[in-house]
C-alpha cells in the first residue's frame, strides 16, 4: 500500500520527529517541516488549553508563509500527538483545536479510538497509532488508524521489547499500510535500514533533544552528547509504563539505576494537570539507545542534513555492497 500523499510527497527524507515530552514546541515543530521531515508535538505539552490554539496558529502560519516563500522547497506536514488514555481529561478539547487547523496528521498513543479516528478523517486527516506489539496494532487498525508506529527496544520514552526485525517481520505479515519504525534510529544509515526491513519511515526523537530548537536544558542536551546506548535505563517507575532514561539523570537523584522499584501501571496520569509524582520526576530524562550517533548539540537544520548526507551515502555503500556480491553463492560457516 503507497503512503498517503502528505507523507509521501513533502519529505525531504522519510522521517518522522516524535512527539517528545515537554521539548517538542512550535520552534521546534516549526525547524524540522522547513527541513523537510514531518514534525510533531504532543497537544498536552501546550498548557493551558488556550496555548494549544496559539500553538497550532502559529505553526500553520508560519509554514505557509514558508511556502509561499520556497515553492521549490515546501515544508513538511506536522503532526500532533493525542493521548487517548481514560486520564486525559482534555483529549475532546484538544482534538477540536486539530480540526479547527485541520492538522495534517495525528499520532494517538496509549490506547485507539474509534471516535478520535473518525473525527481526524472528517477534516481529511492521516492517524498514526503507536504499538509495541501485533496484538494492540490488530486492534488499532480494527478502530481505524490508517498506519502504525511500531516502537521497538531501544526507543525513547516508551518503549517496547521486542526486537525491531521481529516486530516489523509481524506486522508485515498482515499489513500492508504505513509503518513509521522506532527504536535507536539517529543516522541516516539506520533510515535505511528500516526501510530495509519493511517500514516506509523512520520515527526519531531522542537525536533532536541535542538541538537547539528543542525545549530541554542544556544539561539534559550535553548528556546525549557525552553518553551512549549503555547509559540507557529501561524502567516503568516513572510514569507507570516502561521508558527508557539515561542513567545519570536517575543516579543524580539518588536512585538505583540498578535497582529501582516497579510501579503500577494503573497511577498513570496524564491529565491537564498532571500529577505529583510526574513532577518529581521533572528532571529524569527520557533518552533512547541510539545517541551514540549524537556527537554535538546543533540546529536541526544541522541535523536533519547530516541525516540526509548519511543516508544517501549509505544508499551508495548499500548498492556497492550488492554489485560486489551479486551472483555469489555463500557458503555455510566453516565450510
Given at each position: 500500500m503507497a503512503l498517503p500523499p502528505v507523507l509521501r510527497d513533502r519529505l525531504r527524507l522519510p522521517v518522522i520527529a516524535s512527539p517528545l515530552f515537554i521539548i517538542s514546541g512550535p520552534d521546534l515543530?516549526?525547524?524540522?517541516?522547513?527541513?523537510?521531515?514531518?514534525?510533531?508535538?504532543?497537544?498536552?505539552?501546550?498548557?493551558?488549553?488556550?496555548?494549544?490554539?496559539?500553538?497550532?496558529?502559529?505553526?500553520?502560519?508560519?509554514?505557509a508563509a514558508w511556502d509561499r516563500a520556497h515553492p521549490e522547497a515546501?515544508?513538511?506536514?506536522?503532526?500532533?500527538?493525542?493521548?487517548?488514555?481514560?486520564?486525559?481529561?482534555?483529549?475532546?478539547?484538544?482534538?477540536?483545536?486539530?480540526?479547527?487547523?485541520?492538522?495534517?496528521?495525528?499520532?494517538?498513543?496509549?490506547?485507539?479510538?474509534?471516535d478520535v479516528n473518525d473525527a481526524v478523517h472528517a477534516w481529511g486527516g492521516v492517524v498514526l497509532h503507536d504499538v509495541i506489539n501485533s496484538a494492540f496494532a490488530r486492534k488499532a487498525i480494527e478502530k481505524g488508524a490508517d498506519g502504525l508506529i511500531p516502537v521497538a527496544a531501544g526507543a525513547g520514552g516508551h518503549a517496547g521489547r521486542l526486537s525491531p526485525f521481529a516486530l516489523i517481520q509481524e506486522l508485515r505479515a498482515w499489513f500492508d499500510g504505513p509503518i513509521a519504525l522506532s527504536g535507536a534510529i539517529a543516522n541516516g544509515a539506520a533510515v535505511l535500514a528500516a526501510q530495509?526491513?519493511?517500514?516506509?519511515?523512520?520515527?526519531?526523537g531522542s537525536a533532536f533533544i541535542a538541538t537547539e530548537e528543542a525545549n530541554a536544558v542544556e544539561g539534559y542536551k550535553q548528556m546525549i552528547v557525552e553518553h551512549g546506548a549503555e547509559d540507557i535505563v529501561y524502567t516503568n517507575l516513572f510514569t507507570g509504563v516502561h521508558g527508557n532514561y539515561l542513567r545519570p539523570s536517575i543516579e543524580r537523584a539518588g536512585l538505583d539505576p540498578d535497582d529501582l522499584p516497579t510501579a503500577d501501571p494503573s497511577k498513570m496520569n496524564f491529565g491537564s494537570g498532571g500529577n505529583q509524582k510526574a513532577k518529581a520526576w521533572r528532571d529524569i530524562w527520557g533518552c533512547g539507545q541510539g545517541i551514540g550517533a549524537v556527537q554535538a548539540v546543533e540546529s536541526?537544520?544541522?541535523?536533519?542534513?547530516?541525516?540526509?548526507?548519511?543516508?544517501?551515502?549509505?544508499?551508495?555503500?548499500?548498492?556497492?555492497?550488492?554489485?560486489?556480491?551479486?551472483?555469489?553463492?555463500?557458503?555455510?560457516?566453516?565450510?
Open positions: 515543530v516549526i525547524a524540522q517541516c522547513k527541513a523537510g521531515i514531518v514534525g510533531s508535538f504532543p497537544s498536552l505539552n501546550a498548557r493551558p488549553l488556550s496555548q494549544l490554539d496559539e500553538w497550532l496558529a502559529r505553526i500553520t502560519e508560519e509554514l515546501p515544508s513538511a506536514p506536522f503532526a500532533v500527538n493525542q493521548i487517548v488514555h481514560k486520564t486525559n481529561d482534555r483529549l475532546e478539547a484538544d482534538v477540536e483545536l486539530c480540526a479547527k487547523y485541520k492538522a495534517p496528521v495525528v499520532i494517538t498513543s496509549l490506547g485507539a479510538r474509534t530495509a526491513m519493511g517500514a516506509d519511515l523512520a520515527y526519531i536541526v537544520a544541522v541535523r536533519v542534513a547530516r541525516l540526509a548526507e548519511e543516508y544517501e551515502t549509505a544508499k551508495v555503500a548499500l548498492a556497492a555492497r550488492t554489485a560486489l556480491t551479486s551472483g555469489r553463492v555463500f557458503a555455510p560457516a566453516g565450510v
